[in-house]
Structures are given as C-alpha cells and as structure tokens.
C-alpha cells in the first residue's frame, strides 16, 4: 500500500448529515487520492456513523475508528495514532473543503523541506444559500459568499499590524478545523491535552506546545488565504460552549503559568491578545535596556517591610528577597516555578487576600490604562488590599518607549484613581511609590 503524504483527521460526533458533506467534498480534491488518506473517529455517536463512511469506501483511502465519548482530544490522539502521512491535515465534521485544500497544505510542507511548520487556513461562514451548491457538489457562487460571509479571522488579518504580529503569537488565532501540521511536531509535544474533554481551547493549546516547543520561531506558522474551507451552519448551543471554553481555560492556565497563556484567557478579540503578548514581551526588553523593573533598586524600608512577609513582588530579582512562605514572585529573570510565576498580573491562580502586600517595580508603568485598571483590582483583591506600584526612575520621557505605553505623570495617574481609592505617594532613595488601598 503506498504511503500517503497527507493524513486527515476528522473526529465526529452525531451530525452525520454534515460528515457526509465533509467526506463528499474530500472526493473532488485536485491532490490525487493515492496521496491522502482520511481517518474518522467516531465519538460515540448515537447511532454510529459507520453507515456514512461507508458510501465512501471506495472514492477515498478511508479509515473508520469508533471510541466511546471521551472527547476531541482523545478522538484525535486516536486518529493519530492512526496515521501515516507525514503531514496531518486537521478537517472538522462540519468542513467542506474547497477542491484545493488538501493540495495548498501539501505544497506548503513540501515548498519547505517538510521541516516543522503549521498552516493555518481559511474557514469561510457560509448559510443557508450555499447549502444547495454544497450538497450538488459545486462551489458556493460569489454572491453566496457576499459581505460578512467570511472567516472570522478575515476582518482581524486585513490590518496590518495585526498580520505582521501574528508570527509573535500565532497560537492565538489557530484552530483545527482547517489546519496542517507536520507529524513529528504532534509527536514531540504529545498531541492533544486529554485532559481537554469538551469543547474550546485544545487547539489553541496544542499549537501553543507546538510553538514553544521549536522555540517560538516566528517562521514556524504561515497563513493561507487561498486553503479554503466551507464551515457548515448547524445547531450550536452557544451558551453551554462558552461555558465549556472557560472550564478548560482554567485547565490552561494552571498548566501553563504564563503570561501569553495568562493574556490569552483575558476578555476580548484574539488581536487584543496578541498585542497584550507582544507589548509585554516588549516591555521585559525595554525595561531591561533602561535599568528598569530592578528589585535592587527598591528603597531599604520597602525591603525591611517585606522580609519574612507572605508578598507578592514583581521585579526582576525579586527571587533574591527573603520573603515568607507564603509568598511569590513575578521575576522573568529567573527560572520559573511554583513561588516564580511568569505571569503578567492581571488573571492570577491566588484566592482572595492571600497575599498580606503586593508590590510592583516599575513594570506596571507599561500597563495600558485599561489594563493598568485590571491590574489594581486584581492585585487588591489577592493582596490585603494593599499595593505598591514603585516607580524608580522619573526622568524618562514616555515617547521613548513607543509604541509602548509608559506612564510617566504620577501626578495625572494619582487624579485618575484618586476618586475610586485612598492614594498615598512617597519619595525615598529616588523611589517614588503610589501606595493604594482598597478602602479608606
């Protein structure tokens, strides 16, 4: 039997009418069927699907797995197990794929030596028009495809800047229902999190792995405008999914500890997240550069009040203090650990008042307003009500750090929280330190 250069995973449950139209349209693909072979897992459908496959036997190299309900995750670690090709196309049940699909994902990992990489392709929203097309086996016309039919990623990668960062944090907008990946990078990183058993989040987490794994090169992921991908409509209980997504976003983040992760699981569109990555991986850079964020520079009394103190303090070098132990540190110049969290601050694991202080040395000053305003909050709610942003160098000039935001007028910062809390300012060993408070 000869090797295929593709494997497709689909994993399925129930909602035999859509595979059927997923598996109709693998058959009109213009890469030759001897090169791909497909690979259902059944996710204990109710009945089984096997009679749809079936019809498929003999127009694809098809594989039919049936597993009880265990999950995505699961069904698609199955499936991998599986394949042959060296390159997997990840297709969901609900996927019709244009003719090209699997041909534009061939030719990416072949056009670069099928070294590690991801492509990421278009999934295109259509309705109730295109249905007809679909199902005779034709594509959806222009007119099908008019204003707003499109993928949800289109609108966000118009914008420059969002494109051109996408390579800093591509993990964010990937998603398996139109993707390929070389099967050498799932088997580094272990595939899918089986721990993941509902729906939202495991493809993202998984390209997360992925990313980190070949060290965050930036050439690793591309974009195809023209791998398209039909997304079939069909009945979505939208608020149980969400309710879902943030259940395994929770998962997540304990198991990933950092502040891309951390950024990820904060309220807002994907280009919010990635610039909340970028920014603060910027910042440790610009911050560093400037001799900033140094916890040595911390006035002496700051450092008598901390010894022995269940803290929290994010600097760098904030490992070095002697703190209670209780206490945890945000220092990205040292290793990570359960005390030395590579977080950001703003979504913290902590449970309310665990901390008796928290203070902050200079990053916060690269914090956005809204930002900086998600930041107080949850630093007063896991900190006694206590935080202390310390600033150690007032002679720089905002406008040198952009694009990055920078606060440099306490003074206007202090009018802006002043009415909502207690503001106190103090001046010691050329520290200037905004203590707020939860209350008065």
Known sequence: MTT????????VL???????????????????????EVIVVDDGSDPPLRSVTEQFDEALTLTYLR?????????????????????????????SAHPDLLLRHWQFHHDRGHAPGVLLGRAIVVDWAAIAALRAGTLPSPEMLGDYREDVRDALFAVPHHRRDFHRAPWVYSHTNNASVDRASLTAVGGFDEQL???????????????????????????????????LPHFRVWPLLMAQLAENYQVIARKHPRYDIEFFGVPGL???????????EDTLRAARA?????????????????????????????????LGPDAA???HDAPASER???????????????????????????????????????ALRIGGGTVDFVCTDLDIDPVTMLPLPFVGDLGYLRTTVEPHLPVSVDTEQGCTTLRIRAGA
């Open 340 to 378: 030395n969290l590579h977080l950001a601050g703003l979504r913290t694991p902590f449970p309310d008042g665990h901390f008796g202080r928290v203070v902050t040395v200079d990053l916060w000053r690269f914090l956005t307003p809204e930002d900086l305003g998600s930041f107080l909050f949850e």
């Open 270 to 280: 994907w280009t919010t997240a990635v610039r909340r990555i970028v920014w603060f």
């Open 290 to 322: 400037n001799g900033l964020a140094r916890v040595d520079r911390l006035p002496a009394a700051i450092v008598a009040g901390l010894e022995n103190t269940d803290s929290l303090v994010i600097g760098f070098g904030a490992t070095k203090l002697q």
């Open 329 to 331: 540190t945000f220092d």
């Open 67 to 95: 597993q009880d309900n265990k999950g995505r995750s699961v069904a698609r670690n199955r499936a991998l197990d599986a394949a042959r090709g060296d390159v997997v196309v990840f297709l969901d049940a609900d996927q």
């Open 14 to 36: 129930d909602n035999g009418h859509l595979l059927h139209l997923t598996l109709d349209a693998l058959t009109r693909q213009t890469l030759p069927r001897d090169r791909f």
């Open 197 to 231: 058993t509902t729906w939202g989040g495991e493809d993202n987490e998984l390209f997360y792995r992925i990313f980190h794994h070949h060290g965050r090169d930036p050439r690793l992921f591309d974009l195809a405008d023209d791998a398209v991908s039909y997304d």
């Open 4 to 11: 295929p250069a593709l494997s497709v995973v689909i994993p």
